[in-house]
């Protein structure tokens, strides 16, 4: 007859080796700056940017995509990818900014952009059925809350801090895209630019939404 308690430690055993297990899933593999909000400066009727940086820092490749509330208004460049252990890129945020009733100095809008990761293995390209197929391994690593600030009202260190992370985005960005270029015949559409259609839409969206007046979100 085995001790009593066996049976009870074994449950334990088990018990613990799948909360390691679910913690491990759900660890996040990214590191976001900043890993809470998105701000970007108020300036109404324009497309405005801001930049989040993003490092991998577990040990496999992760493949990331980003989701928003409001797809038809904002955007993030490059939208998905995959990074390598211990990379660093830069993502932008982009949003046309409609007009509010009263000018703010901080404002938290409706619209958030949601950043999920896959661990993938070496070699493997990103695809969208990437984690479709592997749905239960898919980690929620941050959501961002879109906020608006004043320029006009907002420390000039704060400002600083955005326009040399979204200088340093941007920067990146272009050396990104030089062997893209290369790579690609003239006029071919390369992952993670904004493209065309995509502008004209929008430039649309924002036309309608300063026909219909200042609304506030």
């Not at 490092?55 to 990331?64: D, E, L, T």
């Not at 070699?123 to 984690?131: H, Q």
Request: glycine share 4%; charged share 35%; hydrophobic share 35%.
């Amino acid at each position: 007859m085995q001790p009593d308690g066996f049976g009870r430690d074994a449950t334990s055993l088990r018990s613990v080796s799948a909360a390691a297990k679910a913690f491990l899933l759900n660890k996040r593999r990214l590191r976001l700056d900043p890993d809470k909000k998105l701000v970007f400066e108020y300036e109404p009727g324009k497309q405005v940017s801001s930049a989040v940086k993003i490092k991998n820092v577990s040990r496999s490749n992760v493949a990331f995509k980003f989701q928003t509330t409001a797809p038809k208004s904002c955007f993030m460049r490059p939208p998905n990818g995959i990074i390598k252990p211990n990379e660093t890129i830069y993502a932008t945020g982009m949003k046309f900014v409609r007009f509010f009733p009263e000018r703010p100095q901080q404002k938290r809008a409706k619209e958030k952009f949601k950043i999920v990761s896959l661990k993938v293995k070496d070699g493997v390209e990103y695809t969208p059925e990437l984690f479709e197929e592997q749905r239960e391994l898919v980690t929620v690593e941050r959501i961002l809350q879109v906020v608006f600030v004043d320029p006009q009202h907002t420390s000039p260190a704060e400002l600083e801090r955005l326009r040399k992370r979204l200088a340093e985005a941007e920067a990146a960005q272009e050396a990104r895209k030089k062997p893209c270029e290369e790579k690609n015949p003239k006029g071919a559409v390369v992952e993670g630019l904004v493209i065309d259609e995509w502008k004209e839409r929008r430039e649309k969206y924002l036309a309608r939404q300063q026909v219909e007046g200042a609304d506030s979100y």
